[in-house]
């Protein structure tokens, strides 16, 4: 599990899920895939294969030794979920989030954020905390 981190958010709290930056999954049983902030669509992308380099500003880490990911490592995904705005339009859908939930009843969101402190960014948390939201089970 490999995540490019942008060099100027290391000072976040739990920068490693915090700060702006792609993330790769490498799974036994396919390829790669890569979620990376989506501006345009104020969404995540998901995306096929390795994920690209971003250039010097960014920081190529494996963040699956870390604590937040101790649970979720060797873990079955059971179900994906994607997280979608209550304000949503047909013209604007706001799936701002995709959650992986894995079968020791842990789960993780991939989220796309655009606040202050988080300014077009992929955060990475538990779950999202967040109100006006409906989660969407893919089938």
Request: hydrophobic share 35%; charged share 25%; net charge negative.
């Amino acid at each position: 599990m490999m995540r490019q981190i942008f060099k100027s958010d290391f000072d976040l709290q739990d920068y490693q899920q915090n700060a702006d930056g792609p993330i790769e999954l490498k799974f036994d049983t396919v390829d790669s895939i890569y979620f990376d902030a989506n501006a345009e669509g104020f969404s995540v992308g998901v995306n096929a294969g390795g994920m690209p380099r971003y250039g010097e500003s960014y920081v190529l880490s494996n963040v699956g030794r870390n604590s937040f990911w101790s649970d979720k490592i060797n873990q079955k995904i059971c179900n994906i979920s994607y997280l979608k705005s209550s304000d949503f339009t047909e013209d604007y859908p706001c799936e701002f989030g995709i959650r992986m939930h894995f079968e020791n009843g842990s789960s993780v969101v991939f989220e796309y954020v655009d606040e202050m402190e988080f300014p077009d960014t992929l955060r990475i948390v538990e779950k999202h905390d967040g109100n006006n939201h409906e989660e969407v089970f893919v089938e």
